[in-house]
């Protein structure tokens, strides 16, 4: 993994102060600047699009759309956060998602098996797949870039042969009403989201194994020669991924009440763009989890807005990518700069 | 007429004269060793004849007779028939012995196109009246490190074989080699010196300079203290004169209140490590050292599983640990703790603050309650270093921030907070600051009286001499000598690290 590090576009002189030490100077404004920017330039887009389109976007119909159709994505990417931190790409985590919505489509809706035991199933191949990639890059020692990529393509091979290359549409009822069923106007599966949000968020900054997955990415043989376990916590992040991908995959069949073979594609590159945009906020250099949410709606605030202006289709990948290389770019400028002013 | 003539050379770097006056003459079909300790102005002047240092003055300049200006161009020594391979020999591993032999030459036919078959019978006749037998599509990696020095020795000298005459310059070349690798490469240069050519040939194995030269020229303080013929030559007199001063025959041996024996090694074999086996007092300070690619700077790694060791162990407190299962993980549980030269790749990440890098083997113990206590984290990391009088002592920055003194006082924090019963430190003064050094070695001291044993690995003699209770000195992967209580002084180890006579003696 020393060619390609997943960490290499948030940089990696960066500073994290994110909880300054009790009794010391206040941050300066250029770090809340910094932090929470991407909140201002949201709320700045928001205001500009209600002013354009006040009869479509300025309508709680469209806050509750945003808010629930992006779950899937949000939980897609907070998977992807943990091999990103450690160092590896998993660039599988898409085609996991839709083979993992057609792979539970196909046991309960086709063949009428129980909807918990396929379930179940559907969450094992996911740990399959997960310690598969864990083992040709851990074991094998294969870029993590090329195996994922290999395998990702492969799942999205299998997703077509089983479902026949059409949208399975038979979703067991209880599931579309797990994953989609009204909570104070939003679907479960937002909730599902923040749940996860505030788990990755615990893990990530308040507890050992958040450090060390930090370590493990930013100084491998660092981390190794203190004594961390290098290759389970490797092994257990693209398992994580992997497992994280199935469960969006569930959530993606009931939320759409259908399972597409070929829905994974148009995730792949917004999960990343999200992960990378979320790196340069909230806590600047690091993936994070809030980060992480604000990007996603900041990027489908965008989107939707444009929607409504009347760009469509196009405008997705556009915007998407656009994302993607400036986030990347900001983190290396962020990075440089600080490492400068020290 | 000579092979390379230099005269009245003169060069400083801010002030402190690393050549001065230094006059080299190397005769047409003599081998000439080049010696003096580190410091002495030996790679100032082989910087100086392959072009990478202007001189500041300079009487005259020949090679094989023809004068030429300084500071030289690039391209311009291989042109004059001056010819260098270099310790690292230059070569690249991946690609065969053809590839490597044309990278160094740049004529092509129109188009750019390389004329293999040309090439080949080229390079071959090279080899050849080189008496060097290897593939010509054997990538360079897979030869034997001797068949690679030969390589680039050859190499070097089919760019200069247009010219009459010339000099091959040898920097370090046998560091790396085995003992029987280096019998192969002194026939490559004899029969290189029998054609006329002049060789110049450095090293810090007076042994192998002794062995081979016709001559040697000694340099010391930049400048040239003797040029003499190498027959009859004794090893204490060419010792003397790389010093300046009597070498101390008498010592008298003492060793302070020492516990018993806290760690032992027992015939650990690896990459340059052959059946090593040695003991720790509890409270000892042992130090490691040798000549480069000696075997000394592998021992730490090899015994705290850094590296893999392919036979032996390690017993800590009566506890054995076997070379199999010996890893960083299982060390540190046993009580090991290893402080990395390598600072900035192997110790400390640079993008992350100091209370992370400190706490790193400590975490768990701040995690109470479901929550990891930052404040507390970095209310202790803060006592930890200010009592290291860590500059500036503020855990939140980021130990890239800190100067190379400061990084290690901090790193070593990291371990002195694990309590360990066996220290292992690798060359721990390394780009360190006076003041620091002085901080560090007095906390090592410090551990070592509260009972912790401890091994220091270094090339750093004057630190070693200053520190150590007892020093082993490695030569081809095995202690050769020791020294220990008041015997241990720089002089002392540079003498035993350079001499051969002390072949297994224990002093």
């Not at chain 2, 003041?435 to 690995?457: D, M, N, P, W």
């Amino acid at each position: 993994m020393s060619d390609i590090t997943a960490s290499t576009g948030t940089g990696s002189a960066t500073a994290t102060e994110d909880e300054q030490p009790a009794g010391s100077v206040r941050a300066p404004f250029g770090v809340y600047l910094e932090r929470y920017g991407i909140i201002g330039i949201w709320a700045l887009i928001v205001i500009i699009f209600s002013l354009l389109r006040p009869q479509s976007f300025a309508t709680l119909t469209n806050l509750k759309t945003i808010l629930g159709t992006q779950a899937v994505l949000l939980v897609l990417t907070l998977g992807l956060l943990v091999p990103l931190t450690v160092g590896e790409f998993d660039l599988s985590v898409a085609s996991m998602m839709s083979f993992a919505a057609i792979v539970v489509a196909e046991l309960s809706g086709v063949h009428h098996l129980n909807l918990v035991i396929s379930i179940l199933v559907t969450l094992a191949i996911g740990i399959g797949v997960g310690l598969l990639n864990a083992f040709v890059v851990v074991r094998l020692g294969v870029s993590s870039f090329i195996t994922t990529l290999g395998i990702g393509t492969l799942l999205g091979g299998l997703s077509y042969g089983i479902s026949g290359s059409v949208t399975i549409g038979s979703i067991p009822s209880v599931l579309v009403t797990v994953a989609s069923r009204d909570v104070f106007g939003l679907p479960l599966a937002f909730y599902y989201g923040v749940a996860l949000c505030f788990l990755v968020w615990y893990i990530f900054q308040h507890t050992p194994l958040g450090r060390h997955l930090v370590f493990v990415g930013e100084g491998r043989e660092i981390a190794r020669l203190s004594g961390l376990p290098v290759r389970r916590i490797r092994t257990g992040s693209l398992i994580v991924s992997a497992l994280v991908a199935s469960f969006a995959g569930l959530l993606q069949a009931g939320v759409v009440g259908a399972a597409d073979p070929g829905a994974g594609t148009s995730f792949l590159l917004p999960a990343f763009a999200a992960a990378f945009l979320g790196s340069t906020a909230i806590r600047p250099g690091r993936f994070n989890a809030w980060g992480t949410f604000v990007a996603v709606y900041f990027l489908v605030t965008g989107i939707t807005g444009l929607e409504l202006l009347g760009y469509t289709g196009w405008v997705q990948d556009v915007f998407y990518g656009g994302a993607l290389v400036i986030a990347v770019a900001l983190g290396r400028l962020v990075a440089t700069s600080r490492a400068r002013s020290r | 007429m000579d092979a390379l003539y230099v005269s009245d050379l003169s060069k400083a770097f801010g002030g402190a004269k690393a050549l001065d006056d230094v006059t080299v003459s190397v005769e047409a079909g003599e081998i000439h060793g080049l010696v003096g300790r580190n410091g002495s102005g030996k790679s100032t002047l082989i910087k100086i004849l392959s072009g990478y240092h202007a001189p500041d003055a300079w009487g005259s300049f020949q090679v094989a007779g023809k004068a030429a200006e300084l500071p030289l161009m690039p391209g311009q020594p291989a042109s004059l028939g001056l010819c260098f391979v270099h310790q690292d020999l230059g070569l690249l591993n991946t690609l065969s012995v053809l590839e490597n032999f044309r990278v160094a030459r740049y004529k092509a036919a129109p188009l750019g196109r390389i004329k293999w078959r040309n090439e080949r019978r080229h390079a071959a006749r090279v080899l050849e009246s080189f008496g060097l037998e290897v593939p010509l599509d054997a990538s360079v990696g897979q030869l034997a490190p001797v068949d690679r020095a030969l390589v680039a020795i050859a190499r070097a000298l089919s760019d200069a074989s247009e010219h009459e005459g010339g000099t091959l310059v040898l920097d370090e070349p046998t560091s790396f080699l085995p003992r029987d690798g280096v019998e192969r490469l002194f026939s490559g240069m004899r029969r290189v010196a029998a054609e006329g050519l002049g060789v110049v040939f450095v090293s810090h194995r007076l042994e192998e300079i002794l062995s081979i030269t016709d001559r040697v020229t000694v340099l010391r303080d930049g400048r040239n203290v003797a040029t003499v013929g190498t027959p009859g030559l004794q090893e204490d007199d060419l010792i003397e004169m790389i010093l300046g001063q009597k070498v101390e025959e008498s010592f008298t041996s003492g060793s302070g209140s020492l516990g018993g024996v806290k760690l032992s090694i027992a015939h650990l074999t690896g990459p340059n490590v052959h059946d090593l086996s040695f003991e720790v007092r509890e409270g000892e300070i042992l130090g490691l050292t040798g000549l480069a690619g000696m075997g000394h700077e592998a021992v730490v790694y090899l015994a705290f599983g850094a590296q893999r060791a392919s036979h032996g162990s390690v017993v800590l407190d009566g506890r054995e640990i076997p070379a199999h299962s010996i890893s960083p993980r299982a060390a540190i549980k046993a009580g090991i703790a290893l402080l990395p030269g390598d600072r900035l790749n192997s110790s400390g990440v640079g993008s992350l603050p100091v209370s992370y890098n400190v706490s790193l083997p400590v975490l768990n113990k701040y995690f109470s309650g479901g929550w990891l206590r930052e404040k507390s984290e970095i209310g202790e990391v803060e006592r930890l270093i200010r009592g290291l009088e860590v500059r500036p002592p503020e855990p939140t920055r980021l130990l890239g921030s800190l100067s190379g003194g400061n990084q290690q006082k901090a790193l070593l924090g990291k371990w002195l907070q694990t309590h360990p019963k066996a220290l292992f430190l690798d060359e721990p003064s390394q780009g360190v600051d006076v003041a620091a050094r002085k901080e560090i070695f007095s906390q090592v001291r410090t551990l070592a009286s509260e009972g912790t044993a401890i091994v220091i690995s270094s090339t750093d003699w004057e630190d070693l001499a200053h520190v150590c209770d007892r020093v082993l000195i490695f030569r081809y992967g095995r202690i050769v000598a020791e020294v220990s209580g008041e015997a241990v002084s720089e002089d002392r180890l540079i003498e035993l690290c350079y001499s051969t006579s002390v072949q297994g003696e224990t002093v």
